[in-house]
């Protein structure tokens, strides 16, 4: 299993780990709050993140924030249930939080293949002002097509060269709501995007996953393309339309970690040559039951001289014990760690008295308790 599979990760909780609150409509005044966020930005040497002017370093310690406990995505409630957002984010604060990670469908801020949405990207700039009043920073992804049954026809109808100008007209209105903010950590293109191996594909989406989709083809034919060339073009072409809007926000890809089912391969999308516009490195690790060295040895595939996130990290194929160790033994390489919340407390979870409830309890008290300190 590869992505953030939300969802099918509450369900599958159980089996796999058995072995071992006022709401507020708006937020506070921001004037009521501490100093504003600074900026974020990679150190002098590449080796790590800073904040504002000042060599202060700051590791992230975050969670992705990409559906409720129902399953619905962030733009399918975020209108009618704003409140609920602002309460989760409260939540995740704290938590011990500084960075959400949320997922962008594209379906929802695009409404023809020219025209953005704007009453999307106005609840967007909603949500950036929320993370600056409670002091989260915020790692966009975007571009999702997470539920196949929204992705309108027109977008799946495109070629590749036209979908890629989608994409780019895209990141260009979320660049453009965003630029002034302090509070955006970074853009990262897409959650998991792969190629097209030997054979031509007939679907952009890869897999399901309890009805969502998480994986994303960039190209159905590599066309007599290498691998190399179509993620370098891909990535080149994203980049250069955030920089021509946004030339301060750092940006990123959240990748699979192929060196860590097939040992020895090479990242793609981090290779020199085709992630050289890319500001870090973003990598999703699921540690696995007994092979702590083997996942670290895959882990260390991702030091490209970079800063490393792991983007996605959760117990989902070992013990809190074994995930602890994981964390503990990455810190020589990595600089953030980004788990998940689902809009429930510890208490919540406690309270609904069930295995799955008392393992998510277990996971978010750890996670508060050993947040970094800046």
């Avoid at 100093?35 to 310690?61: K, Y």
């Avoid at 989709?213 to 060339?229: M, S």
């Avoid at 370098?232 to 890809?253: F, G, Y």
Wanted: aromatic share 10%; proline share 5%; hydrophobic share 40%.
């Amino acid at each position: 299993m590869t992505r953030s599979a939300a969802f099918a990760v509450f369900l599958m909780l159980a089996s796999c780990l058995a072995s071992q609150n006022v709401r507020s409509a708006e937020p506070a005044s921001p004037a009521k709050q501490a100093p504003p966020l600074e900026w974020v930005r990679v150190s002098d040497d590449n080796s790590h993140f800073v904040v504002g002017d000042s060599d202060e370093r700051i590791v992230f310690w975050g969670v992705n924030y990409d559906h409720d406990g129902e399953g619905r995505l962030l733009e399918d409630y975020w209108n009618e249930q704003w409140e609920t957002v602002v309460e989760d984010f409260r939540e995740i604060k704290a938590l011990g939080a500084n960075v959400v990670r949320v997922h962008l469908q594209l379906a929802k801020f695009m409404e023809t293949a020219e025209q953005p949405n704007q009453a999307s990207l106005d609840r967007l700039q909603k949500l950036v002002e929320l993370a600056e009043v409670t002091r989260l920073y915020l790692d966009l992804t975007g571009l999702g097509c997470y539920h196949k049954q929204d992705v309108p026809d027109w977008y799946d109808a495109l070629p590749e060269a036209e979908r890629w100008d989608v994409q780019e007209r895209f990141w260009q209105a979320i660049a453009k709501t965003c630029r002034r903010s302090p509070a955006i950590f970074c853009y990262d293109l897409m959650n998991e995007p792969i190629l097209a191996g030997k054979n031509k594909e007939t679907d952009w989406l890869a897999g399901e996953l309890e009805g969502k989709h998480f994986v994303q083809r960039i190209c159905l034919d590599l066309a007599g393309r290498t691998r190399e060339e179509v993620a370098k073009a891909w990535v080149k072409k994203l980049t250069a339309a955030i920089r021509q809007i946004d030339k301060r926000h750092l940006i990123t890809v959240g990748v699979i970690p192929w060196a860590q089912v097939f040992k020895g391969a090479k990242p793609l999308f981090y290779a020199p040559d085709v992630g050289e516009p890319l500001d870090f490195v973003s990598a999703h690790f699921y540690p696995r039951k007994g092979k702590l060295e083997d996942d670290l040895a895959a882990l260390s595939a991702y030091n490209v001289g970079k800063p490393l996130v792991i983007e996605e990290i959760f117990p989902l194929k070992c013990s809190l014990e074994e995930a602890e160790a994981f964390i503990d033994a990455s810190q020589r390489h990595a600089d953030g760690w980004i788990s998940f919340y689902w809009g429930k407390t510890i208490d919540e979870h406690k309270q609904a008295g069930t295995l799955q409830g008392a393992i998510l309890a277990e996971w978010l008290s750890w996670f508060r308790d050993h947040s970094p300190k800046r």
